[in-house]
Structure formats: C-alpha cells, structure tokens
C-alpha cells in the first residue's frame, strides 16, 4: 500500500516562494491579509522576500506610523533607563541626567518633535542657567544614545542630534584644559605627602602614586591581586557603591611593583596579616565583623580625600585632588622620566591612546637641541647708544673730510 502523501505546513507568517511556468512567486501575511509578488528570477525573488520578513519582523513593515499616535519621550525612556541601569555603570548617573535635565525640558514632547534648534535651545537654557558645558555635553550625547533606541523601535526616522551643526556642538565643548591639572612636581613632595598621610591612607597613597591605580582600584584590591616575588599587581576589580565590580574599560592588567613600592608593600603585608583587602575600614583592622555588600566593607574614597587635603595643607603645597596626587602624578612624572607613550598606555589601562597622548607635552625630547636653534639671531642690544655728530664747517653737506671722519666721525655714550 502506498505511503500516505502529507502536506508540509510552513511556520505562520515565514512566507513562502513557488515556480509558475517561468516566474516566481513570492507569498507572504502581513496585516492579516495575503500578499503576492511575482519575479522572472529565482534568486531575486528569493532575496525580496528575505528583505519582507525581515522588516515585518523588525516592524518597519507596512504602511508608517502616525507621529500623533507615537509615545512621549517620558514614556520611551522610563524602560530604556531600568535596562540601561542594568548594563552600564553610568546607569544611576544617566537616570539623574535625564531626571534634572532632560526629561523636564523634552519628556512631554513627541520623538518627532525634537529638532536641532529645539536642542539649541536647551544646551543655551542650560549654559545660561550655570550648568558646566561638559555635563551639558554629557547630557546631549545621553540623548543621542536614547534616540539610537527610539530609532530602533520605529517611533522616529532620524537622529536630532546627528543633524546638529558644528556651532551648536562648539557650545557643549569643553573648557577644562587638560595640559594645566596639577600634579607633585617631584618625587620628594611625593615622599613629604606620604610622611604626612597616617596608616592606611599613606599606603593607600603610595599604590595610588607609584602604580597609578585610580581610587576604585586601591580600594578593591586584595592581598590575592599582589605577587610580591613577580614584583607585578594583577588590577582585575574596583570598588564602586560599596561593592566590588568590573573595571572602568572591563580589561584586567598587570602593574609593576616599582622598587621604592615594594619595600612599603612588603611592610604593609607583615603589618595585616596578608588576608583579604589591603585596606579595611577603622572597624574591621580591628577586627569587627564584615558587613559584606555594604558600603562599611570599604574604605570611604570621601575619607581619603578628607586626609589628604590636610596631608596638602601641612605640606604647604596646593590644592589637590586624590586623582592629580596619585594617578595624574604617577603619569606626568613616568613621562617627565623618559617613559614611552605606549607603556604608559598599558600601565594605566586607558582605552583610548587619545587619553594617553595628553600627557604628551611633558615629553622630555618634545624639543630638541636642533628645535631651540632653529632661528638663531642675535636681537641684543649694543652696551651704548650711538649718535651722529653735527656737521663742522668747510664739510659740505654735512660730510667731514677722509682724514676727520677717521677721528671723530662718531662719539659712543655709556648708559
């Protein structure tokens, strides 16, 4: 007996393509209704159909969206914020931006209803009101990403703030000149402000000087991180909110531990014990119980901070944050040194070489001898002014004779 012939049935909504004599027609469901497409070539066919599906499946599929019937930005960006705050570190700082700045100004307004001027607008509303250009600048590149999603879900067609001119974004640029942050000089105020920090914060301090780790990543250390034989730190995690977490740039490296680091290392380990984090908040180096996931199993960088502006202050040097004392001073003083650009790079786990060409002005062969003597002229003045004598008589036109002019042509004054 014959096998019973059954009939494949194809996915709701897939489409589908058949041959009819020498064309090729392609089916698809959109809206609840059948559509049909007839081509002379397979592949093209095929390929049309492809492109269908996949914008139904994207909802970009039929007939476009009434700007009226689209959502306000407040209610598009309530969802972006909880997801985003789930994905990036800036999310609590992007929920502040948007609640303080951004969702008073565009919140109630269509995705369609944002232009270039009405962001104009807002960054000039914002400058006048006192607001750093470099938060203004944040909070319009925060808006950028928020519309990259809004594009995404089809409620707008463009991106406002890919349209705006370059004077609109020279408004937000900003002026923090990067060359100018202060940094210790030399090493020997390095040595002073170390004299002057008490245990841990001078410990704290050194890693901070002499290995350029940023504040998250000396608190978050742990004795697991140093290996004192390889003389090298493993920098894998920092503290942020009270917990430990990924990395600014989530790439884990290796520090060097320099020779004037390790003896201060070496001390500080035989001090503590060598177990868990290098350094523990007042009540648990003396031996309190751990609140773990709270913010009392760190140290406070508020407390760092509040330490060494005194340590500043006794040193006569000043006003410094813990950032230019540590981290800004170990990069300017391993350049002013003779250290490549490139290592530099590596030691301080910059993303980006950009962030790492700024230090690139402290170069000690940034000028050359041949650079100094490029224009050699010399502009000096003579010791004494000179003046012509008035013209004696018998001299006509003022011009004494061959055997006058040798002897007493010019008389030269001292200052």
Same mark, same amino acid.
């Given at each position: ?15 589908? =393509? ?72 800036? /999310? ?44 203004? /600048?944040?909070? =319009? ?85 140093? *290996? ?13 909110? /009270? ?6 740039? *989530? ?36 031996? /309190? ?9 760190? =140290? ?13 202050? *006794? ?101």
């Amino acid at each position: 007996m014959a096998k019973k012939k059954t009939k494949t049935r194809r996915n709701f909504g897939s489409g589908g =393509i058949r041959h009819r004599g020498e064309t090729w027609q392609i089916m698809w469901r959109e809206h609840g209704q059948r559509h049909y497409e007839t081509y002379t070539d397979e592949d093209k066919a095929r390929k049309v159909l492809t492109r269908i599906l996949g914008d139904i499946a994207a909802g970009r599929g039929g007939l476009a969206r009434d700007p009226k019937d689209a959502p306000t930005l407040a209610e598009l960006a309530k969802p972006w914020l909880e997801r985003r705050q789930k994905t990036h570190r800036a /999310g609590t700082d992007d929920r502040c931006r948007w609640r303080l700045h951004l969702g008073p100004y565009f919140g109630a307004r269509k995705p369609g209803e944002v232009d270039a001027a009405s962001i104009r607008r807002f960054i000039e509303a914002k400058l006048t009101a006192g607001l750093a250009a470099s938060t203004v /600048g944040h909070c =319009i590149r925060l808006l950028s990403t928020f519309y990259a999603d809004v594009l995404e879900q089809g409620h707008a067609t463009t991106n406002p703030v890919a349209s705006l001119p370059r004077s609109t974004r020279r408004l937000y640029r900003s002026t923090y000149d990067t060359k100018g942050t202060p940094f210790l000089q030399t090493l020997a105020d390095v040595r002073r402000v170390f004299l002057a920090l008490p245990e841990p914060y001078s410990v704290a301090f050194a890693v901070g000087a002499l290995a350029g780790l940023r504040v998250g990543e000396t608190l978050g250390l742990s004795w697991e991180d140093i *290996d004192l034989a390889g003389r090298r730190i493993h920098v894998r995690q920092q503290m942020q909110d /009270g917990r430990l977490g990924p990395l600014k740039d *989530d790439e884990p490296r290796i520090v060097p531990i320099l020779k004037s680091l390790a003896p201060i290392v070496t001390a500080w380990r035989l001090k503590t014990g060598g177990e868990g984090l290098l350094f523990k908040p007042a009540n648990l180096a003396r031996g /309190g119980r751990p609140d773990l996931g709270t913010a009392s199993t760190f =140290i406070r960088p508020h407390t760092l901070h509040k330490h060494l502006a005194k340590a500043i202050k *006794d040193c006569g040097l000043p006003k410094m944050s813990w950032y230019c004392c540590t981290r800004h001073t170990f990069a300017s003083l391993f350049v002013l040194g003779g250290g490549s650009l490139e290592l530099l790079r590596t030691l301080m786990g910059h993303a980006s070489v950009t962030t790492t060409e700024r230090y690139s002005h402290l170069r000690p062969d940034l000028f050359t001898e041949a650079t100094f003597a490029a224009m050699d002229v010399d502009l000096s003045k003579p010791a004494g002014s000179v003046v012509s004598l008035p013209p004696v008589p018998g001299d006509l036109g003022g011009r004494l004779s061959p055997s006058e002019s040798e002897t007493d042509s010019k008389v030269s004054l001292s200052c």
